[in-house]
């Protein structure tokens, strides 16, 4: 193999040249990218602290399998899938909901959820994506995401806070539908980024439909 | 048969063709580099502060060697960083695919829509195997360039 060095650096020179030419075109991005996820510590499994830990919380937040687990087990949180509605049929963390990100454009602006949203008053909307069918709505102003209405008429603590999760690692759909929620002003989110492939290996609850 | 290989024409229709692929990979990430920059981010492999600036420079760079391999400049230069450049998309590829992360990846578009699992994984095999022909081409046209 020949290497000529001259030849090297003159293509990189050239290429970092056109980059910086192509940065000054660009609005809002920045050269250093701060991740946007919160990581969070271990966990007790005390569940004060865990209760604390979701009152505090602010923005979409990373937790790893272990808090996961034990959010889950605590019946803490409600467990949102990201992924399409295919996959989602084919198998899902037991009990979740499907919200799928291709379409919770869609589903926001027919229902007019961010207006609803921000006008804090009560509300309950009936959602089906192909058969999967449950509520979303307001109550206390507080944004509430149930598979049934029963549990958002008796105000469960499990139905405001969310878990949101999609196919692993390679996979970005639960961090866009986290901030896409955020940016509706909804505080009480969390990011599972092991997501399927990880609780699946652990054989944790799912159902396979 | 050797002397087929080494044939002036071959290596032409070879430059052409990993130029225009070079060229027509980078078009889509120079155009978005925020989208290329959050695909990066998915396969855990770099910094994510470092992932904006790869996101700038690699499709340049890509651009740049697809220039250089049509017009036949720097020719030694451009397949040298091409080889550099497939081996290591060849890393991030494997590596993905050992831990277990289907990640869409961000070859040559990058919006693969709401591909499924097996698709994701699928693509990854097939883009792994292009890499290893396009690796091939890179190092014939190193070998058998002659200095300009």
Known sequence: MKIKYKDIIQIIIISLVLSLCRYFFLDDYPLFKESKLKEVGEFSS???????????????????????????????????????????????????????????????????????????????????????????????????????????????????????????????????????????????????????????????????? | MINFFKNINFLFISRLLLGFIFIYASIDKILDPLSFSNLIDNYHVTPVFLNNLFALFVPMLELVIGICLIFNLNINGASFISIALLLWFLFILSQALVRGINVDCGCFDLNSGSLDDTELRKNMIERIFEDIVLLGISLYININSKNN
């Open chain 1, 46 to 209: 005390e569940s004060d602290s865990l209760l604390t830990f979701i009152n505090n919380l602010k923005s979409p937040t990373l937790v790893d399998l272990k808090t996961a687990k034990l959010l889950y087990d605590k019946n803490f949180v409600t467990f949102i899938d990201a992924r399409d509605n295919e996959s989602f049929s084919e198998q899902h963390i037991l009990s979740s909901i499907n919200l799928p990100y291709e379409l919770i454009e869609e589903i926001v602006s027919d229902y007019d959820l961010e207006y609803m949203i921000q006008l804090k008053d009560d509300f309950t909307q009936k959602i089906d994506i192909n058969g999967h069918i449950f509520y979303i709505g307001m109550l206390n102003e507080d944004f509430y995401l149930s598979q049934s209405m029963s549990k958002i008429n008796n105000k469960s603590f499990t139905n405001k806070n969310f878990i949101i999760y999609c196919s692993g690692h390679g996979c970005s759909l639960s961090e866009d539908l986290g901030f896409y929620l955020h940016s509706l002003g909804i505080k009480k989110i969390l990011i599972y980024e092991g997501g399927m492939p990880e609780w699946l290996d652990n054989g944790f609850p799912l159902n396979n439909d």
